[in-house]
């Protein structure tokens, strides 16, 4: 499609945009009393608007009912998660059973390598992509060295080429080969968080699989974001926050995913707790732990129904939608965004370097050469929410949801006041 840099071109996309009726279901923050144009859904999706409600009934019930709502609420508390399980599963591209909702990102990981991150004398090693985020990194040398282990000579991290901003998919592969029948465990992030790069989830996967290693996802940068098919890549686990694309609220209850193959086993070395133990005789107050025979069997502690309620008012939100409408308005306001990006540069040569690869999500991650702090600020004091990343890079993520065209033409008219006044 030929695209033009005028408010009447962007009006004329959004008017025949199918998704554009979603925008009010969101609630955009003002600044100067203007609503803002939202780049960080990346971050912390916006709030629906029905969401609200779904936290009302929980108080109201709790209100009426008191411990009597675990069984007699509107939505019975004890097994409230469950009722998540479907509607994520098709964002995940997994069985319903495959997939359940508990505490949060780092933490999930972190469970979710007792099971799946078994060293060896042999075989030890793990695999995740240079420059992981942070959290991650804390997590794989907490491990390592829980495992007794030496960080250095245990995790192994694929790196860029030299003067290029993305990871080659043959160079993870190359890697994996090479660390070969040592390799334990894959472990990267499914979309990475800085430059927005859509990792070849399918094809690394099959390579981690085929010498013998668990492989694992972090999704935090991709539900909600990219089309993802979990059980069909024969991916072994997986975990993603909530709060990013998918709405649901600061630091919100997160997902995971686990191969049907491990499901329903007492043998899997796993951290267990009371809300893993098959329902049925949960309340028997048992010594024995009968796993339930899905991926609840990860779950431990009772589930936090106030932090899951926005989740599921998000997944409204996404069933009625669906992942390929999203997808499909993804693409066009991305492409949009940069052709933006583009027109703005040539207009007043402000040297902008999109460093996100093709293979790209909702993200363009952009480096401002011989631009400061100042100019993103100028967009932050203009109703731009952006954030900045060292050493000079700021992203922008127009989520399909609730950003428009219009937004986009705005953003590049306020960005090159910003260039020129910068
Ligand atoms: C956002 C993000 C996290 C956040 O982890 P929490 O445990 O939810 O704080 C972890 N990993 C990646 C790759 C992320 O992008």
Redesign the pocket.
Known sequence: MEFKNTLEFAKSLDAIDQLGVYRDEFIFPKVNGKEVIYFTGNSLGLQPKRTQGFIDEVMKDWAELAVEGHFYAKKPWWDYHEQLAEPLAKVVGALPEEVSVMN????NLHLLMVSFYRPTTKRFKIICEEK??P??QYMFQSQVRFHGLDPKDTIIEVKKREGEHYWRTEDVIQKINEVGDELALVLI?GVN?YNGQVMDMKAITKAGKAVGAMVGW?L??AVGNVKLNLHDWEVDFASW?SY?YMNSGP?NA?GIFVNRKYLGKTDIPRFEGWWGTKKETRFLMKPEFEPMENADAWQISNAPVLSIAPYLASLTLFEEVGMDALIEKRNKIVSYLEFILHEIDKEVDSSFEIITPKDRGCQLSVFLHGHGKSLFNYLMENGVITDWREPNVIRLAPAPFYCSYEDMYRFGQILKAGVLAN
């Open positions: 949060t990102l780092t933490v992981a985020f959290s991650d992030g968080y972090d935090a940068h926050c990013k630091g997160s």
